[in-house]
């Protein structure tokens, strides 16, 4: 395996990165949105940075009926719209890699011609090739292109022309626990779980991944980690967007099934898991798991006091008039899907005893801003006096995941003047002090692990179905309550704001408020 070993001399920053063996890339969904934006602007981004092996190529594969020319017309497009340029170098060559099949994904026909294709392009490398194959089409057709693989022997490792097989599926990963497990057989019938990638793509954003080493790289953070020093953690993702054209795939899902049975919960297990004895992909994943299965289940009464679900009405975002989520194409005039869930969530273990974690996410709220902020506790007495503890603002350390991406602790200091002077001062770390431009997009990350074989940053089957066995009980309860005997109704926040008020109540009844962020 070639190996990149940079030493970037600036205080000693040490860099690893691998380039993949030779590798055959195929995409399911090749015409879709998914595809345009992220998959091949970042597997361009890997190339340009030479990340990629030599021995390289992608087959789209689609319904549209387009050929090698046409799809590589419209992936220039895509680059350069990422890019906001129109000469890109290299383009040409990275161009040169992708092709394009078109068909059923219920078809055999769809199959063979890919098989063949790949044989043809296998031979030409003159080496053994890994195949990935992405599902970025959407989740009903999953199961049948699984079988498919499996039917035309796609899925087999080790043969005359491959050495091995992954493959990524794309959220969202079943509907609730059953579809998912459902989902989970088909794959299991024709792969091993070393092969599934079930993708996630906050785990590959810089700030998520930062999570880990900051916690297990420095020794000052992990003795006050826990419920003797923290007073309780918030995690806030905010969209200012709304659903954008995906009303069908939205009045499905949901804001819960949406962000927090994936992106919420990952962030909160990495925030809160045991250390990992290693940075292995099943080391650090037994530890999330763990964490997982710590969190207490939601019984009826919780689903009542500690959720709260909403929907977005009109309002003013960035001085522009929307509509309300019901007003929205495609959606439902009478539509009880949540754009907005707020939540409190305990975790019962040695650690987290008592130390409660608050999250929310939102569509349609006053800015796009996501972040982990943990709240410590105030100092047991004073010796500032007439400040009591009370007066003495707790430290506060925020991840900032997005945008303006970086680290800051929240200290009280002296102000320099008067004998007692006491300042709020933020100690602030930002990645655009040390990085240049736009940090790198997470979809790169995961999708070069997944050509190097490394599943630390992807969901494993346990922690896909505790997650899910967390949330589906509350998406049965509100499936079924409308209105909302049994749980929260279902409450409206005007668009720019931050939500519904009552979501401040499942602080406020604790004594706490949400962090300004
Ligand atoms: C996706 C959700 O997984 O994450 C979207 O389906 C959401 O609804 C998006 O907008 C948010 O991702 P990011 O990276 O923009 O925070």
Redesign the pocket.
Known sequence: MELITNFIKIRGTFCIEEIPKPTGFIIFGASGDLTARKLIPSLFGLFEKNLLPSNFYIIGAARSALNDESFRQKMLNSIIEKNKSDYISNVKLFLEKCHYISGDYDDPSLYKTLKQKLEALDKKAKTKMSHVFYLATPPTVYRKIISHLGLAKLTKENTKLVENVRVVVE?PYGHDLQSAMELDKTLKNVLNERQIYRID??LG?ETVQNILLFRFANSIFEPIWNRNYIEDIQIT?A?S?G?EH?AGY?EK?GLLR??FQ??MLQMLSLVAMEPPISFDADRVRDEKVKLLRAIRPFDREMIKKDIIRAQYDRGIINGREVPAYREEEGVKPDSNIETFVAAKIMIDNWRWNGVPFYLRAG?RLAK?V?KIVIRFKRVPHSMFKPLTPDDLEPNVLMFHV?PDEGISLRILAKHPGPKLCMDSLEMDFQYSDIVKGELPE?YERLLLDCMLGDQTLFIRDDDMEVSWSLFTPILKTWEKDLDGKESSPLLFYPAGSWGPEKSEEILKRDGREWIKI
Request: hydrophobic share 30%; proline share 0%; charged share 35%.
């Open positions: 959220k793509h906050y954003k993702v969209e967007i659903i995906r939205y899902a949406d962000m994936n992106h569509k796009k996501s997005q997470a």
